[in-house]
């Protein structure tokens, strides 16, 4: 595949684009890899955000198998939708795909390393339905056929993303067989459908996504591997007669609103695939179940877990502590006593218990105190105690009774066991205290229950966190109350140096960021990464909280580590009002970044047209150049940001200023194909007929790429047809050579002869 050799080729999110390796920064971090090749998180160096590029190995590259793959991802590039990862463009070399970073990594990898809340699996659910049934709805309709969790990837919020959809074509397989085996290969076997196992020539349609989709739904709610340890054909044997995996798997704790979703679910495994809903049909139900669980996204941890999530997590967040519901597991299926507390049977437990089941230690370090205070009853907990159970018992990761019962709300039991002398201050291997647990859960009465038993009311945890931390970022108010008057000072830090007023500012918390500000939280204390409040909440768009710091002295135009102002980070998001709010403030428009961009440069970067007027009216420089001399309206055009290169033009952007190699807006406009940018350029009076470093005109570029409307466009501008660029070469030899069948011809009629 042919790669533009001028660095204006190089890419932005908005459009398909071919790339070289001299497009990216030379820290390649590789982050996954799979039979195809490896995944790395490098950053384009141009817009200076990171990417995902799936690089293949040599056995890969160059086969048609390769080239046919290139062909769909061209194709896959155009389609934009929230529930989809957007494919940028594709490399030939290094052989790659570049597409849009997914920090969280997949639900493969999620699923069996943290425990989901509820509604977080609901939401879940939900969003597959909408990125799926948005590739159904297209037409012909586009056929995942590759659905499984390890390509439903997480952005740093947790939300879903479908991925490496339309790369497999059934078309391509010369029977059921080839594709089953080829399938199996790949680690789908659990998500064929059974009537892909039968003699049938037909090819697979809609319906089989459905079934795929099923399986999903199942693994997402049970957080369990569809037939685990299957050979291939154990699970053809059960699909094909009709045996699904297990509803019993579910969780016991399963919400009421769960039946309706598992119907869903059974709907979509039926053996006929006549008799599977639509996803139409399917992200209606799937919404309504979401809406009706729908709280803040909290993950719990797993039991053997550390309490916060991975790093690529959304900045500052601490994940909901509360772990599984304790089970005997296998060691302790046949200890009646446990049984007793699993069944919740408590009559059984007490009559059964003996004085030397108190010492006996179970999986993990647990404690029969530790099972009977999951059990939530306070009359059993206070029989073992009575017994002489050892009441700061801690198991394998450090929990106490007292932890389990802050875990799980359970004021009276934890008010019993500090009767009976817990350490309200132990903390377990990452030294997070019951208080840290509370704080988090917003549990006032077990809050003031520790405090009032001389529980330490600013512990920190391995990283710094503390009880005030999590209350903020969680938007407990009364826990941050509570809090406040017992914290000598509101602006301790964790080991990134954010405070609460940073965790409150970022959540929008606005109430909880009053208090920290009256109790004297500094709102010009920078974390790490060099951000103060203003900033995290400039870019967050949460207005109220902009304008309570504004009124408290925060420094308007301070910039972080990355030279971004908080009006930078409210241009880049597109956050009219705050943007506004912060210049009637004294935000400079015209502060620069390392990389030379201005808000103005940001607003074009990201296609934000309310915001160039704003900014014009309040002095920002529209002509100003940064890194490579590229103006706001170069990376408007650019970028195919049409209604930007239309605003920018109108508060009198110049459509004739060439960057750093002579690349004028026309020359970006008709490179990149788009033609009501270049149609806007023309009429406010851009040259025709400059010509860049290479000494190619808008004219060469367009005949280049194969962009007729703009090349008729140009001709009847004044285009001169004949120049030659520094190769020799004219637009109609150019044309000639990529094969541009109709700008030759377009060519041909202007030409003289």
């Known amino acids: 595949m042919a790669m ?17 390796n001299d497009d990216f920064e030379a820290d390649w971090v590789k982050v996954g890899e799979r039979a195809f090749g490896r995944v790395y998180k490098v950053k384009l160096k141009l817009w200076r955000e990171t990417c995902a590029v799936k690089r293949f190995s040599a056995s890969v590259s160059g086969t048609s198998s390769y080239r046919r793959m290139i062909e769909e991802v061209s194709k896959t590039g155009k389609i934009k939708f929230n529930y989809i990862v957007s494919v940028y463009g594709v490399c030939s070399e290094p052989p790659a795909v570049v597409m849009e970073y997914m920090s969280s990594g997949s639900l493969d990898a999620l699923l069996t390393t943290h425990d989901l809340m509820w509604p977080k699996k609901f939401l879940m659910i939900h969003e597959v339905t909408m990125g799926m049934n948005f590739l159904h709805s297209m037409s012909p309709p586009l056929l995942h056929l590759n659905l499984k969790p390890a390509n439903i990837l997480l952005d740093h919020h947790l939300h879903v993303k479908i991925s ?35 003699q049938s020539c037909d090819p697979p349609g809609p319906k089989y996504d459905v079934y795929s989709f099923s399986i999903v739904m199942w693994e997402i709610l049970t957080q369990k591997k569809a037939y685990p340890g299957a050979n291939m054909m154990t699970v053809l044997m059960k699909v094909s007669s009709g045996k699904r995996p297990s509803v019993e798997k579910i969780p016991d704790d399963q919400p009421q609103e769960c039946e309706a979703l598992v119907d869903i679910m059974q709907r979509c495994w039926q053996q006929d695939s006549s008799d599977r809903p639509p996803f139409s049909d399917t992200v209606r139900e799937t919404e309504a179940l979401s809406e009706l669980l729908k709280i803040p996204d909290i993950l719990q941890p797993c039991k053997d877990k550390s309490h916060k999530l991975p790093s690529n997590a959304p900045r500052g967040f601490k994940r909901d502590p509360r772990t599984r519901s304790f089970d005997s597991g296998e060691d302790n299926s046949e200890n009646s006593i446990i049984k007793f507390l699993s069944k919740k049977d408590f009559g059984s437990f007490k009559k059964s218990l003996r004085k030397e089941d108190i010492s006996e230690v179970y999986g993990e370090n647990y404690s029969l105190l530790h099972y009977t205070v999951a059990a939530g009853d306070t009359e059993a907990v206070e029989t073992v105690l009575g017994l002489g159970a050892a009441v700061d018992s801690q198991n394998m990761s450090g929990y106490t009774p007292l932890i389990i019962a802050a875990l799980h709300k359970l004021y009276d039991i934890c008010a019993l066991l500090v009767k009976n002398g817990a350490n309200v201050n132990l903390g377990d291997n990452d030294r997070w205290t019951a208080l840290h647990f509370a704080a988090q859960n917003g549990d006032d009465r077990i809050a003031r229950l520790l405090l009032e038993h001389a529980a330490e009311p600013v512990p920190k945890e391995k990283d710094g966190w503390t009880p005030l931390h999590l209350a903020a970022q969680n938007g407990h108010e009364n826990m941050v109350r ?7 000072m509101a602006n301790d830090q964790e080991k990134d140096g954010r405070t609460a007023l940073h965790m409150a500012s970022t959540y929008g918390h606005l109430g909880i960021v009053k208090l920290l500000l009256n109790k004297g939280a500094d709102p010009n204390k920078v974390e790490n990464a060099g951000c103060h409040a203003l900033h995290l909440a400039a870019e967050e768009g949460h207005f109220r909280v902009v304008r309570l710091l504004l009124e408290s002295g925060v420094e308007v135009n301070r910039a972080d580590n990355r030279s971004y102002s908080a009006l930078h980070w409210a241009s880049l998001k597109g956050h009219t009002s705050t943007c506004r709010l912060l210049l009637t403030w004294g935000a400079d428009p015209n502060l620069r970044t390392f990389n030379g961009w201005t808000p103005l440069h940001l607003v074009a ?22 890194e ?14 049409q209604e930007v290169v239309t605003k920018l033009l109108t508060v009198g952007a110049n459509p004739n200023l060439a960057e750093d190699r002579g690349w004028t807006p026309l020359h970006l406009a008709s490179h990149g194909g788009c033609f009501p940018s270049v149609l806007e350029l023309i009429s406010r009076g851009a040259q025709v007929n400059a010509q860049n470093g290479s000494q190619a005109t808008p004219l060469h570029l367009a005949a280049a790429v194969g962009s007729t409307p703009i090349v008729e466009a140009l001709l009847l501008n004044g285009a001169w047809p004949d120049l030659r660029d520094a190769r020799g070469c004219t637009a109609r030899e150019l044309a000639q050579r990529g094969s541009k069948d109709e700008v030759l011809q377009v060519l041909d009629s202007k030409s003289p002869g």
Do not use: M
């Open 4 to 20: 533009s050799t001028d660095p204006a080729d190089s890419c932005g999110p908005e459009k398909f684009r071919l790339f070289q």
């Open 164 to 198: 490496d959809f339309g790369l497999i074509k059934w078309e391509e397989f010369s029977n059921n067989t080839e594709f089953i085996e080829h399938l199996t290969v790949r680690g789908n076997l659990s998500y064929i459908p059974p009537e892909t196992f039968t």
């Open 482 to 488: 509570i809090l406040l008057p017992r914290t000598p």
């Open 605 to 626: 970067l990201k296609g934000h047209p309310l915001l160039v007027p704003l900014l014009e009216e309040h002095q920002a420089r529209v002509d100003e150049r940064g």
């Open 628 to 641: 490579n001399g590229w103006t706001p309206l170069h990376l408007a055009c650019h970028h195919g940001q």
